[in-house]
């Protein structure tokens, strides 16, 4: 009978490190995309187009849409665990305007880069919460300036515009800083670049956006 009993008590022991081994090899998969919202900001798709103004010199510069991708990329912190995040590139041609990378890289959070023909910066980044709308995340030398109501752009009205910059020490003694303004489902309406005593501004005066 203590035979028997051992006999079930051990065999009751494989079976439940059987499934401690199992559950402890499950991977677990985290996948973050962005969020619709974010997207309306700033995600565009082939058949857009932009035209700026350089306030200072008065030309006026095309932004079309040359590429577009739309990706999940992963990465595993160990074999167990694996993240996935959404990844979109967007390329322009023209002199302003050159690549957008947004990315989520966790829940309810997104990050647009803009680079254009001159440097690049973090223009956007916002975090949501609830339903409260747009909540920025601050960063060091990033973040949002003001949000305008109405703003008017060479005769176009905008409403709920985002002003974000960009701010980092040049080494010369000179704080450079890039104002992007932002109006959601068009995009960079306005773009102010003080670098090195040298201003630029491109101010948008027709635009075609599918989304």
């Not at 010369?172 to 068009?186: H, L, Q, R, S, W």
């Given at each position: 009978m203590i035979m028997a009993k051992t006999s079930r008590f051990c065999q009751y022991l494989i079976v439940f490190l059987i499934i401690i081994c199992l559950s402890s090899c499950k991977k677990k998969e985290s996948v973050y995309t962005i969020p619709e919202e974010f997207r309306a900001w700033s995600v565009f798709q082939p058949g857009s187009y932009w035209f700026y103004l350089n306030e200072q010199t008065q030309s006026i510069d095309s932004s079309y849409i040359t590429g577009f991708s739309d990706q999940m990329r992963g990465v595993a912190n160990?074999?167990?665990?694996?993240?996935?995040?959404e990844n979109v590139n967007i390329d322009f041609t023209g002199s302003f305007l050159s690549h957008f990378e947004i990315m989520s890289t966790s829940n309810n959070f997104a990050s647009l880069?803009?680079?254009?023909?001159?440097?690049s910066s973090m223009a956007l980044q916002l975090a949501y919460f609830n339903n409260y709308g747009l909540v920025h995340r601050e960063t060091h030398l990033m973040g949002v300036v003001k949000v305008f109501s109405e703003f008017n752009v060479n005769g176009n009205t905008f409403t709920n515009v985002y002003q974000t910059r960009d701010s980092w020490s040049s080494g010369?003694?000179?704080?450079?800083?890039?104002?992007?303004?932002?109006?959601?489902?068009?995009g960079i309406i306005k773009l102010e670049k003080h670098l090195a005593q040298t201003d630029t501004t491109w101010s948008v005066i027709r635009w075609h956006v599918v989304q």
């Open positions: 160990d074999p167990h665990n694996i993240w996935y995040w880069y803009v680079n254009y023909r001159s440097g010369n003694g000179y704080a450079d800083t890039v104002d992007f303004y932002f109006a959601k489902n068009i």
